[in-house]
């Protein structure tokens, strides 16, 4: 094991040359960031979730019941003892074969089966109350953290010249303020790893799941080897959007049609200027070349531009879902559906499903789209994690 971790914790790898793990030791003079600080993130990241908990049922649902939000969850499908059986034992999604089946079966008509599947469908997708208290806790989050790190980088050098990133690397003391920083932010990250199989299932869960990952191992990474000052402006950059977002989706919940509309365009504007300008600009610049003009090549220096390299590739295919959006909204005059929408389409639903074919009947519909409207934004909405 001895071995392994020398391996792995090869300083040729790791740091500029002529550089050992051993200077970057703390001393009384001057801290710097210990790989052992990182452990704080786990029960921290636990405390976090466990707030979140309280917050989404004495802040959030309360919340969330005042402004009028619906409570209940998606219309629920007609008990139906066969149906039950092929939606749990074979097919959520029966093709036309087996629902003409069904059809001769039950003597019901192929569209009644239809909704039948699509109510039970959606009757296990969250309500929207659930929805919204999601969304205001990370609002809250997103909002806390990105102020507390606008209110510590103004005071710093490196926000006004990335050149000073570099300026005496890696013999940057690590800052109260900076450590807090650091750390509250890969707790949070920590949580929603784990969050996300219990939290809202949305349609970009892998790449959403992907985008967790990298952002945790930038952090790890970047703490380790002292990249924080770098570290602190992507932090900060990337929560700019995500606060925005999380505020059009609850409007978006209440109902409040053109205040979500208003907030979605102003989300979109915030993460098209923020990923696809100012980050490679001003971010992907200072790291591709200021920082190999300063302290020339060394390993780890581009497993950092890869893996910052990956979260650019994210936001370019987000940036294109939000244009795609954008467009959309306006040229029909409103927000279109959220392509990762949590509840199926209804706009052809029956309040109650007939018991017998009825090849002329009329059919009655419940005039609406979803559960909710529009239910949610972008694939790259949730982003959050909105980063």
């Known amino acids: 094991m001895a071995g392994i971790l020398a ?7 790791w740091l500029p040359h002529n550089v050992t793990w051993a200077d970057l030791q703390s001393t009384e003079e001057a801290a710097f960031p210990q790989a052992e600080d990182l452990y704080l993130a786990f029960p921290l990241a636990f405390c976090i979730f466990m707030i979140r908990l309280l917050f989404e049922r004495f802040i959030a649902k309360p919340c969330a019941l005042g402004l009028k939000v619906q409570a209940n969850g998606p219309q629920k499908a007609q008990p139906n003892a066969i149906l039950e059986k092929v939606f749990t034992a074979i097919t959520k999604h029966p093709d036309e074969k087996r629902l003409e089946g069904l059809s001769k079966q039950l003597d019901w008509d192929v569209r009644s089966i239809q909704r039948w599947f699509r109510q039970r469908r959606n009757q296990e997708k969250p309500s929207t109350l659930r929805k919204f208290c999601e969304s205001m806790w990370r609002f809250t989050f997103y909002l806390y953290i990105f102020t507390y790190g606008v209110r510590f980088l103004k005071k710093t050098p490196w926000l006004w010249n990335t050149r000073q990133c570099w300026s005496g690397y890696p013999y940057q003391p690590l800052m109260p303020d900076l450590h807090y920083y650091y750390i509250v932010e890969l707790s949070f990250y920590w949580s929603l790893m784990f969050s996300q199989f219990i939290d809202v299932k949305r349609k970009d869960f892998g790449i959403m799941f992907t985008h967790h990952i990298v952002t945790v191992t930038l952090i790890t990474f970047s703490y380790v080897t ?4 770098v570290g602190t402006l992507i932090l900060c950059l990337h929560d700019a959007a995500d606060i925005v977002l999380e505020a059009a989706k609850m409007a978006n919940y209440c109902k409040c049609q053109k205040l979500s509309d208003l907030l979605f365009l102003t989300f979109a504007v915030v993460f098209i200027v923020s ?14 070349f200021e ?13 950092f531009n890869v893996l910052l390299m990956v979260l650019q590739i994210l936001h370019c295919f987000w940036s294109y879902l939000i244009i795609k959006a954008a467009y959309k909204a306006i040229s029909k005059g409103k927000v279109a559906k959220d392509s990762r929408s949590d509840i199926e389409s209804s706009s052809d639903e029956e309040e109650t499903v007939p018991r017998s074919k009825a090849p002329h009947s009329t059919v009655t519909t419940n005039g609406t789209s979803g559960a909710n409207g529009t239910n949610g934004y972008l694939t790259a909405a949730t982003s959050s994690e909105e980063h």
């Open 7 to 13: 391996w792995f914790w090869n300083e040729r790898f």
């Open 226 to 229: 002292n990249l924080t000052r």
């Open 275 to 288: 990923r696809l300008g100012i980050y490679p600009l001003w971010i992907l610049n200072t790291t591709l």
């Open 291 to 303: 920082l190999y003009e300063a302290l020339g090549n060394f390993p780890a220096l581009w497993v």
